[in-house]
């Protein structure tokens, strides 16, 4: 059976609840059914003036806005006509006066399986305007592109920022409309909410298996490659090492001017599990480094059912930092956080500069990797709409 996302099985049924609705959608360039048309047009066709408004996450509506703190506009919709709400940057959550009018809003995001990704908590702060503005919600499903796979570390609540605001490890496991149904039971809220699943996906596949055509859900995951090394890579932020913004390889290629390859592979204590590095030379075109020729290496992913993101970063940033004085962290602000290091947010804990400078100890960073993900695993087990479960390569704890 082929793979079906929620925005086709909608359009398939053409429900009754949804008839004589005002709508609104949040939704993105990547949004499209798997013959590239994009959700917005064929909702419009669909819906005709019944669709009202339109509302954009991080990066803006067709994902031209780069990241971390660089906001949209709002705007008019060029193709529907249709205003446009900005979700990133003059606001993070929507008004009264946004949502007046809209009986019903259509959610549909291709999320990447990733905690930092901001699409989650966009969703998350509209469920709660939703909610104070008596509007239904209803999440179009999408595969998750890295499947039923867990890794942490587990966000804890002295790191919650706009990159998380609720307990969660950095690879999830969920599906938007999942994580819908577990920002709604952990909000305690009433609205009702719907989510039209995918037909034909088990969680054991990768976006590859889907048969479904990639779009870059933000500038800088141009391929499932770059989306499958992003919980790990995405660390990298926090850091004064380029995560290969500004090539054409972003978060696979990484490195810095001052940055030894040598002495990287041999600080590395073991052969990284489901992926090799390639020491390469680039520069970057902008952010980072910008203009200035970086040394480093491509992650090249050999076995993606292996292929452990977050611990591989975790190796790299440690042997990076145990034999370049020139490593350092990034400060504050990042992504409207003022006061907490960039690191800790992203990775969920307070502990993790101290893991990566000074912590050689495996069996720790193994812990902090693990801790939580059972309990995390059994809660969102029961909130499941996919077959095939939630695992762990490393094992729960």
């Not at 479904?212 to 933000?218: A, D, I, N, R, T």
């Amino acid at each position: 059976m082929n793979v079906r996302t929620g925005l086709e099985v909608l359009l398939r049924d053409r429900p009754r609840w949804l008839k004589g609705r005002r709508v609104g959608l949040l939704s993105h360039q990547a949004a499209v059914t798997s013959d590239l048309r994009p959700a917005h047009l064929v909702l419009q066709e669909f819906l005709g003036r019944d669709l009202v408004r339109l509302f954009a996450p991080q990066h803006g509506f067709y994902g031209t806005a780069q990241a971390n703190m660089i906001p949209s506009p709002d705007t008019v919709d060029p193709l529907t006509g249709l205003p446009v709400i900005s979700l990133y940057g003059p606001r993070l959550k929507p008004r009264p006066e946004d949502l007046s009018g809209i009986d019903l809003l259509l959610v549909d995001l291709q999320e990447v399986g990733c905690r930092v990704y901001t699409y989650l908590w966009t969703l998350y702060l509209l469920l709660e305007a939703a909610e104070e503005a008596g509007v239904e919600v209803v999440v179009l499903d999408r595969p998750n592109p890295l499947g039923g796979s867990l890794e942490g570390p587990m966000l804890r609540p002295e790191c919650f920022s706009f990159v998380g605001l609720t307990e969660m490890p950095l690879r999830h496991g969920l599906t938007l409309g999942e994580t819908a149904l577990l920002f709604k039971k952990r909000r305690g809220l009433n609205l009702p909410l719907r989510v039209v699943r995918v037909e034909g996906w088990r969680r054991t596949q990768l976006f590859p298996e889907t048969g479904l055509p990639w779009v870059p859900p933000s500038p800088n995951l141009p391929t499932f490659e770059s989306a499958l090394v992003y919980p790990g890579q995405v660390l990298l932020e926090g850091t004064n090492l380029s995560e290969g913004r500004g090539t054409t390889r972003p978060f696979e290629l990484f490195g810095a001017p001052w940055l030894s390859p040598q002495k990287v592979l041999s600080a590395l204590p073991e052969e990284l599990s489901g992926v090799k590095l390639r020491p390469v030379v680039f520069k970057p075109t902008f952010d980072k480094w910008r203009g200035k020729t970086c040394f480093g290496f491509q992650l090249h992913v050999t076995d993606p059912r292996n292929f452990r993101p977050v611990r591989t970063s975790l190796f790299l940033l440690r042997a990076i930092a145990q034999t370049h004085p020139e490593f350092s962290f990034r400060p504050p602000p990042y992504e409207f956080e003022e006061k907490k290091p960039p690191i800790a947010i992203i990775a969920g804990h307070l502990k993790i500069m101290d893991l990566i400078r000074r912590d050689p100890d495996e069996q720790d960073l193994d812990f902090y990797l693990k801790e939580g993900l059972t309990y995390y695993a059994n809660e969102i087990a029961s909130l499941s709409l996919y077959e095939g479960g939630f695992f762990c390569k490393d094992g729960l704890r």
